[in-house]
């Protein structure tokens, strides 16, 4: 999966540094438990999936945005698309975070996230065929055959029990079937039906059209039809059995069985042409683009898609088939493009594909070029605005005159409800506002809110309103009471990265807000008061603290679990055998001596001991059209575990049981991996090098500790360095 920039180059770092550090390499949890790999990290969570907050997609990400772009996956492009020709009701309002990542919020959806939306579907029991009692190939039919069973009048009970048990078993059992407990003529009809289907499901495509061809007269209505369209199926499982590869993959049009694919296309039309409107015609007309696409016709495949796309309602999930379809039978082709264009009479198909082209090339440059944008032209003159779109986006991602897209993209932000069409050309154009600094911005946004669908296209609208406040320095603006920026994520980024302790405070004491984001507002506030070295300030405000606060969430997830920690600064664990008091105490004492060696050791312990050793807040991606960037009002540089072991180790004047206390943990930070765990977050493979101390230094630590301090526990309990 191709991601974006700053992330892939945060891989590469990773990867050279593995390289030059060959042992560290069985250590990849450690690693990645402290190494921002992300554009953006929640609070140290280990993904290699997560959003830049920011509007621009230029290449492909794992969070789709609510505007066709190029960095949405393609088939989230083609149901906006969709949507877009067939308007739709909006999702329920009410919709939660993407399943598929909690951390995109309602602003970024995967695919899988946006077709939960729009199509939930009910929640899969869990049995299932893990035990091997569930039979696959019954599972899918079985309902049709019940129903169908059930409404013939001349099957007695009892032999529909016998039958409803054998579907069961069908494709799935090699035991020996009960035929002579069907005795009724109907029932033998179902009988034989049964006997095809699991001649089929067993792979014996001789025996499968056999016996289908034999039930083609049958009285039964259900049977009869069934075994016309069967044969369908059989031609295109024999077509494509030679042409899979050891991988599962298919291998290519030339090496389909020609005949069985011939044989299956006059199957379907033997079956349309006997029932034009029958139960399976839609399947046995979506089966023509599977003998299209085996035969490898992409001119016929291109027309169907054309077609679908431009009737296809996108309010209905047959819209998310397809979009799932035409990316995997036509769009992930490398000369997909080239093809679309070359048809000329394709440009729904072509907007896509010019779209998933636009994409970076391998030297970054964008990979759709203004002439072939401009030769297409002609094939967009029934969709200008669409048109105008690509063409906006083209000099968007390839960092031209903003300008040009103000004047391609006329201001239309105050409108009661927008298209994903029409909405993605002013976010396109609220892009290009921002890139000139427009004084305008601002209330381009707010207008924008007016008529944005609560899903997926208010909050990416909020999105580009709080950046621009926040590179104006209005932070004051986004947290005010009836401020436009309502969605939990965006607030609770804002309230990790760049709130002052102002904004904290007033953020904890709005009742009006929901009671996770006021968590993570005191969780913020405490912690940087800590980190940030404002004891005094830390002190005050533990007292916002409620007496009943999480200490169980965990720091992992952080920002994205249900409970926030902020219990741990009350009630968390201050000593494991090093004598220290609670953490308030400790702070109160730093408040007065902010050098005191015994209340800084203890600090320490506080951070090892509840986890924070590799914990971070939100780390936003590194430019300023990106949500959490800016200055936060705190003073100072996070202190890490580890500089306080180095302060105290350079002081020769500590006390001898405090410096044999920092000299064991400074060796321990290595301890057992060889990689310095007490560091904090690291974002560069730069910074993750400067964070290591060489090993003469540790050995020069543990040598010092035993010939020193000989008589402490600590040189008595330390048998290695790392």
């Known amino acids: 999966m191709m991601i974006s920039t700053r992330r892939t180059h945060a891989w590469r770092n990773l990867s050279a540094w593995l390289r030059r550090h060959p042992l560290l390499g069985g250590a990849g949890a450690i690693v990645l438990s402290t190494v921002g790999i992300g554009g953006t990290l929640w609070a140290c969570a280990d993904s290699s999936c997560t959003p830049a907050w920011q509007l621009s997609a230029a290449d492909y990400d794992c969070a789709g945005r609510a505007m066709i ?37 309602k602003t970024f959806m995967s695919w899988g996230g946006m077709r939960e939306a729009y199509w939930p579907q009910p929640e899969q029991s869990e049995g299932g065929s893990e035990d091997g009692s569930t039979c ?17 009048q001349g099957i007695p009970a009892n032999e529909r029990t016998v039958l409803a048990d054998l579907r069961g078993k069908a494709g799935c059992s090699d035991e020996q079937w009960d035929e002579a407990a ?22 014996n495509w001789a025996g499968a059209s056999q016996g289908f061809s034999a039930l083609t007269r049958a009285k039964s209505a259900w049977v009869a039809e069934t075994a016309r369209y069967m044969p369908i199926r059989i031609g295109l499982r024999m077509a494509i059995a030679t042409a899979v590869d050891e991988w599962g993959d298919f291998a290519g049009s030339e090496k389909i069985d020609k005949p069985s694919l011939e044989a299956a296309s006059n199957a379907i039309d033997d079956y349309l042409k006997a029932y034009p409107k029958g139960r399976y015609a839609a399947s046995a007309e979506g089966l023509k683009r599977r003998v299209a696409w085996l035969r490898g016709d992409m001119t016929t495949l291109v027309q169907r898609y054309e077609t679908l796309l431009a009737n296809t309602p996108g309010a209905s999930e047959a819209a998310a088939n397809l979009a799932e379809e035409i990316d995997n039978k036509l769009l992930e082709r490398q000369d997909a493009a080239a093809l679309i264009a070359a048809q000329g009479k394709a440009p729904l198909l072509l907007a896509v ?11 970054d440059t964008i990979g759709l070029a203004a002439s072939d944008l401009a030769a297409q032209k002609a094939q967009f003159s029934a969709h200008p605005e669409l048109y105008g779109l690509i063409e906006a986006s083209r000099i968007t991602y390839a960092g031209g005159d903003a300008k040009a897209v103000l004047a391609l993209v006329p201001d239309a932000a105050r409108q009661p409800r927008y298209t994903p069409l029409a909405f993605s050309r002013q976010t396109l154009r609220g892009m290009a506002l921002g890139k000139l600094r427009d004084p305008n911005e601002a209330g381009f946004w707010r207008e924008l809110l007016g008529g944005a669908s609560p899903v997926y296209q208010r909050p990416l609208a909020e999105l580009g309103l709080a950046v621009r406040w926040q590179r104006d320095r209005r932070l004051d603006q986004i947290f005010a009471p009836g401020s436009p920026i309502t969605d939990p994520t965006i607030r609770e980024i804002l309230l990790q990265t760049v709130a002052t302790p102002a904004i904290l405070r007033a953020n904890v004491a709005n009742t009006a807000r929901p009671a996770h984001e006021r968590d993570v507002a005191r969780f913020a506030l405490l912690y940087k008061d800590l980190t940030r070295g404002s004891y005094a300030d830390f002190t ?19 920002a994205r679990q249900e409970a926030v920690p902020v219990g741990l600064f009350r009630k968390g664990r201050w000593s494991d055998g090093f004598a220290c008091p609670a953490l308030a105490e400790t702070a109160a004492t730093l408040a007065r001596a902010p050098k005191d060696h015994q209340a800084l050791l203890c600090l320490g312990d506080f951070y090892r001991l509840n986890g924070f050793d590799s914990f971070g807040l939100f780390n936003a991606d590194g430019n300023e059209m990106a949500l959490g960037n800016g200055p936060d009002g705190f003073a100072g540089k996070a202190l890490a575990r580890g500089a306080i072991y180095d302060a105290v180790i350079a002081d020769k004047t500590a006390a001898p049981d405090l410096r044999a206390y920092a000299l064991y943990r400074a060796v321990m930070c290595y301890a057992p991996s060889g990689y310095n765990g007490c560091s904090g977050p690291a974002w560069t493979a730069a910074e993750m090098d400067a964070a290591q101390a060489p090993t003469a230094t540790r050995k020069a630590w543990f040598t010092e500790l035993k010939q020193r301090y000989p008589n402490s526990r600590w040189a008595k309990s330390l048998r290695y360095y790392w």
Not at 188 to 202: C, G, I, N, Q
């Open 353 to 363: 594909a010019d779209f998933k082209q636009m994409r970076p090339t391998g030297d």
């Open 182 to 203: 069907i005795t009724s003529k109907a029932g033998r009809e179902y009988l034989a039906y049964l006997t095809a289907a699991d001649a089929f499901h067993k792979n």
């Open 540 to 558: 005050r405000d533990l007292t916002l603290v409620p007496a009943d606060a999480n200490v169980d969430g965990g720091l992992w997830d952080f």
């Open 136 to 152: 696959e190939p019954a599972a899918s039919g079985g309902p049709a055959f019940i129903a169908a069973m059930s409404a013939e």
């Open 69 to 105: 772009s190029p960095g949405n996956d393609t088939r989230i492009n083609l149901l906006l698309l969709m949507q877009s020709l067939h308007p739709m009701a909006d999702p329920p309002a009410n919709a939660r975070p993407d399943p598929w990542d909690w951390q995109f919020g």
